[in-house]
T-cell receptor
Framework: AQKVTQAQTEISVVEKEDVTLDCVYE???????LFWYKQPPSGELVFLIR??????QNEISGRYSWNFQKSTSSFNFTITASQVVDSAVYFC????????????FGTGTRLTIIP | GAVVSQHPSWVICKSGTSVKIECRSL??????MFWYRQFPKQSLMLMAT?????????EQGVEKDKFLINHASLTLSTLTVTSAHPEDSSFYIC??????????????FGPGTRLTVL
């Protein structure tokens, strides 16, 4: 069975600080995908990144960066120089690589950026 | 690209009535759509996987007779909550899987439908 753990329920940081959201996953599959989604107060899920299990390169996109470490089954997300618009709930998710690829979500981390 | 819409965005109904929620992929064809529900301050829980032209696959614990899913075309899937009760009040979100040469093979989500059953 697949499982995604986001141990941080809520995080608050002051604007311009860096913040890292943790994600730890469990799967028996050797090939899988990892995702991060952002859910602002409006409710719509915004896709941020998709990473397959064979690609352990870290990725940077603007102020966002992701650190994938297979050895520790972690896929952490860092926001540098946080802004108020980053306030949202962030979900880490895992899917199988074959078949219907249904997503298993973590419980989410509510991030509040304090101006 | 990869826009998914849902209609309605919110609905209030009386207990015992049925409610239909539509999920459309606007600029791509989606062979697979997923339906999730999310209770306040909780995560998304997959309810069912919907493949065009075939019966939906429901997750364990989801009543297929209560949550009717129809995926009649490559751009439309519907979820009907039959004989709704207050405990069915939730945020229902659909997603569509993109399989295109120019887009990443991933799921894109609709904006959600908030259902309140009185």
């Amino acid at each position: 069975a697949q499982k995604v753990t986001q141990a941080q329920t809520e995080i608050s940081v002051v604007e311009k600080e860096d913040v890292t959201l943790d994600c730890v996953y469990e799967t028996r599959d050797t090939t899988y995908y990892l995702f991060w989604y952002k859910q602002p107060p409006s409710g719509e899920l915004v896709f941020l990144i998709r990473r397959n299990s064979f690609d352990e390169q870290n990725e940077i996109s603007g102020r966002y960066s992701w650190n994938f470490q297979k050895s520790t089954s972690s896929f952490n997300f860092t926001i540098t120089a946080s802004q108020v618009v980053d306030s949202a709930v962030y979900f880490c998710a895992l899917s199988e690589a074959f078949g219907n690829e249904k997503l298993t979500f973590g419980t989410g981390t509510r991030l509040t950026i304090i101006p | 690209g990869a826009v998914v819409s849902q209609h309605p965005s919110w609905v209030i109904c009386k207990s015992g009535t049925s409610v239909k929620i539509e999920c459309r992929s606007l600029d791509f064809q989606a062979t697979t759509m997923f339906w999730y529900r999310q209770f306040p301050k909780q995560s998304l829980m997959l309810m069912a996987t919907s493949n065009e032209g075939s019966k939906a696959t429901y997750e364990q614990g989801v009543e297929k007779d209560k949550f009717l899913i129809n995926h009649a075309s490559l751009t439309l899937s519907t979820l009907t909550v039959t004989s709704a009760h207050p405990e069915d009040s939730s945020f229902y979100i659909c997603s569509a899987r993109v399989r295109a040469t120019t887009l990443t093979d991933t799921q894109y989500f609709g904006p959600g439908t908030r259902l309140t059953v009185l």
